[in-house]
């Protein structure tokens, strides 16, 4: 169980296009999802924490309005990167709260989205 | 910041046990020790986590000393596949993680 996908795993599009990446949680329902990027050789960075049915709650330094986040189900989550720059390529990974979890929760990871933008 | 102090890398021979350190001694009470790793280019993937009792999985074990401050991570016989970066990490589990660099395992035949 605890399964997390991401949609695509790899993307490339031409600078000032939006790309949307999708992260679902498979065989569970998760009130709260995570959003993280890493750059080659670096470790993970939370962007932002997305409730489903409120707005996302973004880290210092991460700009809401041009990472769009959605929760729109209590499996599904949507990142949209818009007019995406070169600077924005990287490793965009997801993880998603499983509450079922004996006096604690579990995130658990999705397999990550390449993105590269030309 | 991250709250956890580890080994930037070590090594291990293939089929023997292999134990990584982490250091967290400004810990909470409400606090959980989980290990996460992560394989080149592929998400992190959960081990393990543990308030202050030992923790056996079909993955690992997990080692808290008594007084909360440090813990260990063994993978009992560790295979090539298990090369990756193990990161140790300290939260409430209702709380955002914090990454910090990890400890870069290689598994050596």
């Known amino acids: 169980g605890a399964v997390v996908s991401q949609h695509p795993s790899r993307v490339i599009c031409k600078s000032g296009t939006s790309v949307k990446i999708e992260c679902r949680s498979l065989?569970?329902?998760?009130?709260?999802m995570f959003w993280y990027r890493q750059f080659p050789k670096q470790s993970l960075m939370l962007m932002a924490t997305?409730?489903?049915?409120?707005?996302?709650?973004?880290e210092q330094g991460v700009e809401k309005d041009k990472f769009l986040i959605n929760h729109a189900s209590l499996t599904l989550s949507t990142l949209t990167v818009t007019s995406a720059h070169p600077e924005d390529s990287s490793f965009y990974i997801c993880?998603?709260?499983?509450?079922?979890?004996?006096?604690?929760?579990?995130?658990?990871f999705g397999p990550g989205t390449r993105l590269t933008v030309l | 910041d991250a709250k956890t102090t580890q080994p930037t890398s070590m090594d291990c021979a293939e089929g023997r046990a292999a134990n990584l350190p982490c250091n967290h001694s400004t810990i909470s009470g409400n606090e959980y020790v989980y290990w996460y790793r992560q394989i080149h280019s592929q998400g992190p993937q959960y081990i393990i986590h543990?308030?202050?009792n030992n923790e056996t999985n079909e993955m690992a074990s997990l080692i808290i000393t008594e007084d909360r401050k440090s813990s260990t991570l063994i993978l009992p016989h560790a295979t090539l596949r298990d090369t990756a970066v193990y990161y140790c990490i300290v939260s409430t589990g209702f709380q955002k993680l914090v990454f910090g660099t990890g400890t870069r395992l290689l598994v050596s035949p």
């Open positions: 993880s998603a709260r499983d509450l079922r979890g004996k006096g604690s929760d579990t995130q658990y």
């Open positions: 997305s409730n489903e049915g409120s707005k996302a709650t973004y």
């Open positions: 543990g308030l202050k």
């Open positions: 065989d569970f329902q998760a009130t709260t």
